[in-house]
């Protein structure tokens, strides 16, 4: 059973990770697109469905057996599991920011400009890189 979990997570991951990768790029073409266009409301209907269909229960289940994994493997007193642990925190805190924007842009109230959105969209790629490298290769 843990091997099918640890699978069911780790597709959970991929699916998370994708769409934390692709709604930064649709606010970046959002920012370009004028408010009550056809293509504004494209945009709010594609980051609304994105976030709720895909992003949010990836993340839910990438969290649920994610900790049930760490406990189940008696991974929860490692050193690399904490660390982990803290930039999986700073995704999610990411998710929750990801959240408010996509509110924003349905409310015609965005904030920011391409270029911030531009940065932001790395920002998930490099907490995957810290998050994968802690996970296979277990420094400490």
């Given at each position: 059973?843990?091997?099918?979990?640890?699978?069911?997570h780790v597709i959970a991951v991929m699916a998370w990770m994708a769409g934390m990768l692709y709604l930064p790029r649709l606010f970046v073409y959002h920012c370009a697109a004028e408010v009550g266009s056809t293509q504004s409301e494209t945009f709010k209907?594609?980051?609304?469905?994105?976030?709720k269909v895909i992003?949010?229960?990836?993340?839910?289940?990438?969290?649920?057996?994610?900790?049930?994994?760490?406990?189940a493997g008696g991974a929860y007193a490692a050193g690399w599991l904490h660390t982990k642990v803290v930039l999986v925190l700073v995704l999610?805190?990411?998710?929750?920011?990801?959240?408010?924007?996509?509110?924003?842009?349905?409310?015609?109230?965005n904030r920011h400009s391409q270029k911030f959105y531009r940065v932001?969209?790395?920002?998930?790629?490099v907490l995957m890189v810290g998050i994968v490298i802690l996970a296979v290769v277990k420094p400490f």
């Amino acid at each position: 059973m843990y091997l099918w979990l640890k699978a069911f997570h780790v597709i959970a991951v991929m699916a998370w990770m994708a769409g934390m990768l692709y709604l930064p790029r649709l606010f970046v073409y959002h920012c370009a697109a004028e408010v009550g266009s056809t293509q504004s409301e494209t945009f709010k209907l594609m980051e609304r469905r994105l976030l709720k269909v895909i992003i949010t229960p990836a993340m839910v289940v990438s969290w649920v057996l994610g900790l049930w994994l760490a406990w189940a493997g008696g991974a929860y007193a490692a050193g690399w599991l904490h660390t982990k642990v803290v930039l999986v925190l700073v995704l999610s805190a990411l998710h929750g920011f990801f959240v408010r924007w996509v509110r924003q842009f349905a409310l015609d109230q965005n904030r920011h400009s391409q270029k911030f959105y531009r940065v932001i969209n790395e920002v998930p790629a490099v907490l995957m890189v810290g998050i994968v490298i802690l996970a296979v290769v277990k420094p400490f």
